[in-house]
């Protein structure tokens, strides 16, 4: 199995099996939203389109940020901390992120899109080596190494890479990785947008055992939770 790595300025190029990697927090937040309930998270890119669809579908909840800031008119915001204790059970989620719902939106030419984070990064693997796809991308959806941002990505596909190669990794080096990534350095405890809560949730590897995956249906992007 080879292993290549795209972020939002590539993937639309990448085909096959691709992974898009959003630590902080889309996809750790969307794996959240399984865990209480939710059955389907429709991703989309633009918060015009996450209206329309709350419209569409009355009931549905819109989940999302610009900037890690919760969006005027949103239901809930990027933390996967304020979900807890929440009654999530037969809601439709409507998630709209600057870089882990992009990345989707973008990956227009891959066979199977699978959404993850260290929280799901086992089931993940497991999942992928079933599949036993001769290449698999890491879509680094929050990777901008010019403006220094997007390491936590890189370190969970480190991960990935280690698991599908029966390698070993240091978990605590993984977690300072996180912690010393400048997304990670907003997480200090001075803005609601950015609860400490958050991290114990983001480090916490494996917590669930499921993988993610995206299916096409009806002209939406729809991401369910499935079993290994």
Request: charged fraction near 15%; aromatic fraction near 4%.
């Given at each position: 199995m080879k292993f290549a790595r795209a972020d939002l300025k590539t993937c639309a190029e990448?085909?096959?099996?691709?992974?898009?990697?959003?630590?902080?927090?889309?996809?750790t937040t969307a794996a959240c939203f399984f865990a209480g309930g939710v059955d389907e998270i429709i991703l989309v890119s633009g918060v015009d389109e996450a209206f329309a669809l709350r419209e569409r579908f009355p009931g549905s909840l819109i989940a999302g940020e610009i900037d890690g800031i919760q969006v005027q008119g949103f239901d809930l915001g990027n933390s996967p901390a304020a979900l807890?204790?929440?009654?999530?059970?037969?809601?439709?989620?409507?998630?709209?992120?600057?870089?882990g719902t992009q990345g989707v939106v973008r990956?227009?030419?891959?066979?199977?899109?699978?959404?993850?984070?260290?929280?799901?990064?086992?089931?993940?693997?497991?999942?992928?080596?079933k599949l036993n796809p001769p290449e698999v991308t890491f879509l680094l959806t929050g990777y901008f190494p010019k403006e220094g941002w997007g390491d936590e990505d890189a370190a969970c596909a480190d991960v990935f890479e280690a698991l599908l190669t029966g390698a070993s990794f240091d978990k605590e080096v993984v977690t300072r990785r996180v912690l010393a990534s400048r997304s990670g350095r907003h997480y200090d405890g001075t803005h609601p947008s950015f609860p400490l809560a958050d991290l114990d949730i983001v480090l916490d590897f494996d917590r669930f055992d499921f993988a993610m995956q995206v299916f096409k249906e009806n002209g939406m992007l729809l991401l369910r939770a499935v079993s290994q």
């Open positions: 990448s085909v096959g099996v691709v992974v898009a990697i959003d630590v902080l927090r889309a996809f807890t204790g929440l009654d999530l059970r037969g809601r439709r989620i409507i998630q709209r992120t600057s870089a990956a227009q030419k891959a066979d199977i899109i699978l959404t993850a984070a260290l929280t799901n990064a086992a089931a993940t693997a497991s999942y992928i080596q």
